[in-house]
């Protein structure tokens, strides 16, 4: 998602919501749950941040 829809500015790539939490899971190949878990695990070490409309990945703290 990131290639294809992401839009990178120096470690942070941010990416439209193109798809909903169901999509996402079902395109993971993981429950719902379980997608939701990660997520909340990623923005809790400020990795990931959701807004209404994008998501912001930073990738410098992936690492």
Do not use: P, W, Y
């Not at 829809?5 to 193109?18: F, P, Q, Y």
């Not at 395109?27 to 749950?33: P, T």
């Amino acid at each position: 998602m990131a290639n294809k829809h992401g839009i990178r500015s120096e470690n942070k790539i941010t990416i439209k919501l193109v798809l909903n939490f169901d999509e996402i899971s079902q395109l993971a190949g993981v429950q719902k749950g379980i997608l939701l878990q990660v997520i909340r695990d990623l923005e809790e070490k400020q990795i990931l941040a959701i807004s209404s409309s994008d998501f912001k990945l930073d990738l410098a703290k992936l690492r």
